[in-house]
């Protein structure tokens, strides 16, 4: 630590490395799964004011016992944003970037959003639940009620689970090859095996949590509540920034020497309504063209009403004229 901020070992420099090469590889960004990397990110490295504004790991430690007696809504929420070390952090954001990418993208931004917001409390909320239980039926709170755990991989146990929940394929988890829909549970046993510090309920609340969403999920026809709820509030808070540049917004007209792009001709009158908008670049052609002069795209997709015009315009001249007759005759008729 120096001045309260942390300094990366080289790990995080490397994750950025590969983040951005990922983002760089989509057509589309995902901007929620964007958010939560850096957010993680700056909360662990905590470089500048952030080391004052925001609450320490001490603060915030995920602990059944002092949620439950001070209601700390504090360390239920913020405590999966913590991370011990450098390690903990890369390995989590590493495994949140893959699936957030391949999440997002394919449910959208904004239910993604609400579906993590969702898995986070859920996961958090059956942990809490699950350790209050070994405590009151089976006396089993030493290890997990007055247990201290921080980290993301509870919604990220909850995240696989919902990315591989309609996977018919089989899947790698630590060289063992299992089928793709459970290879949460076995991720849980093998973690446990290897790294016995970690936090089982956390782990198993998260598994817990991503069947709990399907369930939800599939239980409820209608659309997502806290999607609606989310875009909502994004519509309210969105509204004065379209409201002031719809209000401020300068209509820019191209001008050329015979008409105009999009609105009037130079001299501030509009053609008559049996003139033309060509589809393709707007300029405002006259009825006697059935080719744009600007682009050159035939009249053929404008209104029946102006295809009536035209065949007067013909009847008049007796037989179509060429481009070049035409702009000959107007030169005469308009002296331009």
Partial sequence: MEGGSRRSRGMIPLLALHAVNEFYKLERKPPVTAGLLVANTLIYLRPGVLHTLLPTIDDVWFNTRLILMHGDLKRFFLSAFYHMDESHLVFNMMSLLWKGIQLETSMGSLEFASMVAALLAMSQGITLLLAKSLFLFFDYGRPYYFEHSVGFSGVLFAM????NSRSENYTNVYGLI????????????LIQMFVPRVSFLGHLGGILAGILYLRLKGSYPGPDPLTTLIRGVTGILSWPLKFASNLFRIRRRRISGRGTVGGENRRGRSFPSSGWRCPACTYDNSEWLNVCEMCGTGSENHNVGLASSSIQSSNRYGNNLSLQELRLRRIERFGR
């Fill in 160 to 163: 696989k689970v919902v990315l």
């Fill in 178 to 189: 299992v089928p793709a829909r459970h290879a949460a549970w076995a991720e849980l046993i």
